[in-house]
Each structure stands twice: as C-alpha cells, then as structure tokens.
C-alpha cells in the first residue's frame, strides 16, 4: 500500500519526494463573493468554500525576509565561485541558529529555487531519458538530506545512498557504500547538497573526530557546493574536534558560518523588517471583515507574543485565520488573538514579557540629606 505524503508536510526523504517539494504548489487563493452573496450559499456550498479558505490559510505565505534574501544571496555567490573550481573541497555554507527560526524552509527554498534556475536553462536534462557521456542518467542536481538523531558516519552514507535510489548489497562496508555514492554523485550530475539538521550526527567526543574526517572526505571527492543547516554549531565539534578542543576541525577551515536568528525589536529597521513579514503574511488572509493593515498594526503585541520567531508568528496567524472562520468573526482582532495559545516556549516567553511590564518602575534613590 502506497501511502500519500503530503510534500509540504514532511521532509523529503528521496530525490522522488525531492521533486514533489520542488514542484509543490500552494493551494490557489479561493476567490471571495461579496458577504451577502457569501451568507447567502447553501450550508454545504458554504462549508466547501470555508474549506478551500482553511486550506489557504493553513498553507499560509512563504516571506522571502531579508534574512532570507541575504542568505539565499551568500549561498549563490558560494555557489558561483566553487562551480568550475578545480578538485578537492569546496567552501561551503553553514547555517547556524537557534530553533525554529527557519534555517530548514530557507535552505530548501533555496535549493528549489537553484534546481528551477537550471531547468529553466537546461531543459534537456530533466527529460526523463537524459544521456550525457554516452550514459543515460537520473540528473539529480540537488540532494537534500535531513539528519536523523545520533546518526553516524555509515548512516550518513546510507541516506545518501536511499536518497539517490541506490540498491545496496547486504554486506556493504561503510567504504563500499561511500564510494559508489561518490561514484553516483558524480553521475547524477549533483552540484548541491543540503544537510539538515547536522547538529544530529554523533560529534560527540569520541565520535566526532570520524563524522568530522567523513564529510571532509565526502564534501572534497564531490564537485558539489554544501550546505549545512543546525543548531548551536559554532560550539560543538563540527567546528571544534571534540567539546574542550580549541583546535578547529577542517571542516570548521573549509565553510563559512553564517548566523541565522530571531526578528530583532531594537532598531527602526528591526521594526520596519517585522511589519513587513506581517504585512506579507496578512495579504494573504481571506477574510470579510479583516481591513488590510489591521494586522500590522498589532506588529508589536504580535512581536511580545511571539518573541520574533518566524515559526511561532506563522503558527499564530494560521490558528487565528482558522478562528475567524470558525467563529464567523472574519476578521483577526487582537481580542481573537488572545484566545489562541501557541506553542509552550512562546507562551512562556510572553508570560515573561508580561510580568516584567507589571513591574513598577524601580524609583530614584532620594540624595542624602
Ligand atoms: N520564510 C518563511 N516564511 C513563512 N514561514 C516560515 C518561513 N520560515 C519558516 N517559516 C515557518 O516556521 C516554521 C519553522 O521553520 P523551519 O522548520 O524552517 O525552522 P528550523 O530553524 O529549521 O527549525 P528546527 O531547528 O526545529 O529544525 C515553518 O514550518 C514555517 O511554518
Ligand atoms: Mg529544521
């Protein structure tokens, strides 16, 4: 039995469901009647069309935020410089931050966008029977592998291996394995490899050093551009070979780490930045009562209760669409808002926020008489 995954839901495990990400599509925007017309649908007639708008809204917008587009930017040029670089390890990209703050969605972003770049002018290569050399291949420009816990340096290789639909033989040394990967990367034409969620290779202190010599060898016999996504890299031993080493691991000398963070609130940029992503989330509400720019006007409560978290403020919006449908209110009020409790962190942050607002402000000391 064939089970169906939803290519927005889960992260793609093959270059088959790969694809399906690349080429997924959010659902179209449901056109809105007037109020009237709309109260005036049968209840079914009503009910699908309340459907199409929840799907809408639980799909919610993907903001390219400048973070997003400075990232994406450093990742082209890496990916300019390396193209026609002679053998041996390419500098690569890392992608460090704290949960949640999107480093998942803007690497795959990225490489669907950089895979749609190339069929766009190399549309031979994605026909289904495409011969280079005197072979025919499966063109796999973009591998993207996302880390499951304690993975090794063997399991890093079988990933690679099942993502690139490879038949292993049983008794397949983690060498054999590595090196017909090698061999199929090259084939395949692959020119960017994405790794998820690095943090979850064992680079523990005694392990760490082999998943450490295992990517170098893996990123300098492949001609491809990596990428590395995670969380609190600068300390562990992808950088540092083991936990109180404080010599730096090749790879730490071979890729460039970026920071990648929370919406700030101290600056009037952070400001303007933070209502833009809610502005661009609001437009693409399908309310009747909700006035474009209602939203972005709650920009700073939104700010308190999420922290400037991407992840908590898209979960916040998408509840709040729903409520509004639901409740038949249409439209999202700050009274609505404070009716939807998000994740746990959030909350408690918010609580937090709150109970430091309450406090009275500390008086001055009265100067000594
Ligand atoms: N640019 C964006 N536009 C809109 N929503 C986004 C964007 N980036 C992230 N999100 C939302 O935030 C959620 C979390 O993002 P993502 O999974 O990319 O974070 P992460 O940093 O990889 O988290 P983790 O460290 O847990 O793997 C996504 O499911 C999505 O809903
Ligand atoms: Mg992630």
Known sequence: MSTFRHPGLAEPRTKEEWRRYRDSRPP??????????????????????????DAFHSALVLVDTAQVKRLHYLMKRRMKANARRAAGGRAGIVLDGPPTVGKSTLAKLFGARHENRLRRRHPERFADHYETGG????????????????????????????????????????TDITNQVLTVLADVGTELVIIDDVHFLDLSAREGRVVNDHLKYIANETAATFVYTGVELKKS????????????????????????????CRTEADKTEWAMTVK??????VLFRHKPGQLVKQSPYLYDRTGGSICA???????????????????????????????EYAEATYREV?????KPAARPKKAAS
């Open 28 to 53: 179209t925007r449901p056109a809105m009647p007037s109020y009237q017309q709309y109260r005036k649908l049968s209840e079914e007639d009503r009910e699908d069309f309340d459907e199409d708008r």
């Open 135 to 174: 072979m025919l291949i499966d063109y796999t420009p973009v591998v993207y592998l996302s880390i499951p816990a304690r993975a090794t340096p063997k399991d890093l290789s079988v990933l690679l291996a099942d993502y690139l639909g490879m038949v292993l033989r049983g008794k397949a040394t983690q």
């Open 280 to 285: 661009a989330l609001e437009e693409g509400l």
């Open 237 to 264: 031993g992808l950088f540092l070979e083991g936990q109180t080493s404080s010599r730096a691991t090749q790879t730490s000398g071979r890729n460039t780490r970026h920071a990648v963070t929370k919406f700030g």
């Open 313 to 343: 403020l898209t979960d916040l919006i998408r509840e709040s669409a729903v409520e509004a449908v639901m409740s038949e209110e249409e439209a999202i009020t700050r009274k609505l808002m404070d009716r939807i409790e998000i994740s």
């Open 354 to 358: 709150l109970k430091q607002r309450r």
